[in-house]
């Protein structure tokens, strides 16, 4: 089995831009700051501000949540010395769209779109403080970690941790008569380029010359490259670097193959697939797997990749396995009870896929340098 954890609860251009919002989107952003510029701080809230934010690649070591999470920081309020983190997670589903920050109510558990920071992060007198109001605005959607967005008249309210305390996603309650903290008007831009979405229907996973090859374990979240060959599955390949940050890398693949080492030296094509698609269309002999590549389960499992026959809801064999179910309804085997007995869990991406009584657990990849990837997330029936 492979080293990871399974948690649960009780045609582009050859030189790609940063892509800007829709001219509408712009016209609402601009918008929105002028009347934010207009505002006073809510009385007993300090004002402040907001830094650059960054998604999972960004990052280092390289760390991918189970929902998009962008990380940066907040103007500091505590010990100078220490970082006061800014986090805002959205939903993999959230579209392109103004969304009330209110509707979470202050609770990291509820919110859908949600904004809070960690003021002196990682010490004893850290404290955290979540959005109770406000107006989130997402211009521009390239993928889910890829997004360019907007916060305004933002207030955030002291809050403790509340139940549930030990699932995927835990709970916050406003201290009374705790500190208050007040967003003005922020932006932020996690759009890099030449990026793109490999999930099947996206509008940069199949355009004409170029393979969007994912960069997370779930295939949410990619980077195109100029595919000038005509080299399938299982060859060897050539993988040249950009020249510049304004170009693609390019390979000697056929379009829709990757060139890839994620299986060893020397890199080969294999066929970029969505493991959600109801057909992945991986070629002949070959499974849609990790990083959105199509790879024989003959190479899959001696790399510690498991599967299980059992199908979605089925009780296991196996008590954890990264694979069971079918190719077009796959699914995890886990024990999410206690009890000893795994079964089938059905593969999600978006914690707002999972149904009434379900929540949304993931399997953590552990990456080099004490990175990690929890974007493969499956839907279990959790009792809260």
């Known amino acids: 089995m492979a080293l990871l954890t399974a948690v649960v609860g009780c045609g582009a251009p050859e030189k790609p831009l940063d892509p800007p919002p829709p001219a509408a989107e712009q016209e609402t952003l601009r918008a929105a700051e002028e009347q934010a510029a207009l505002l006073t701080p809510p009385a007993g809230c300090t004002e402040i501000t907001m830094g650059e934010l960054t998604n999972g690649i960004e990052r280092t070591p390289v760390q991918y949540g189970p929902q998009p999470t962008y990380v940066g920081s907040f103007s500091d309020q505590g010990d100078p010395a220490v970082a006061d983190v800014a986090r805002i997670r959205l939903d993999v589903n959230t579209a392109p769209g103004v969304y009330d920050l209110a509707t979470g109510g202050t609770n990291l558990f509820t919110c859908e779109q949600c904004v809070w920071g960690v003021q002196d992060s990682g010490t004893s007198t850290a404290k955290t403080f979540v959005a109770e109001s406000g107006t989130l605005m997402l211009a521009l959607k390239v993928s889910p970690q890829q997004t360019i967005g907007a916060l305004a008249n933002v207030t955030l309210r002291q809050t403790v941790a509340a139940p549930p305390l030990y699932a995927p996603y835990t709970g916050t309650v406003p201290v009374a008569e705790g500190e208050c903290r007040w967003i003005r008007f922020a932006t932020w831009n996690t759009a890099r380029h030449g990026g793109c979405d490999p999930r099947e229907g996206s509008l940069t996973a199949n355009i004409s010359g170029h393979t969007c090859v994912a960069t997370n374990r779930a295939a949410d979240d990619g980077t195109l490259e100029r595919s000038l060959g005509t080299k399938t599955q299982g060859e060897a390949c050539t993988y040249t670097e950009a ?8 390979t000697d693949c056929e379009e829709g193959y990757a060139c890839t080492s994620a299986w060893g030296s020397p890199r080969q094509c294999l066929a970029t697939c969505d493991y959600m698609a109801v057909d992945p269309g991986c070629p002949s ?10 790879q024989a389960q003959s190479v899959m ?4 990749f498991d599967f299980d026959a059992a199908l979605i809801g089925e009780q296991c064999t196996l008590s954890f396995a990264e694979f069971c179910g079918t190719e077009g309804a796959r699914g995890v085997c886990a024990n999410v009870t206690g009890s000893g007995l795994s079964y089938c869990y ?3 991406r978006a914690r707002s896929d999972c149904g009434a009584g379900e929540e949304l657990g993931y399997v953590s990849y552990p990456l080099s340098g004490g990175g990690y990837d929890r974007t493969y997330g499956f839907c279990y029936p959790d009792g809260l």
């Open 346 to 348: 059905p593969y999600a």
């Open 285 to 294: 002999g070959t499974v849609c797997g990790v990083q959105g590549l199509c």
């Open 243 to 250: 020249t510049s940050e304004y170009e693609l890398a390019t």
């Open 301 to 304: 499992q001696p790399a510690g």
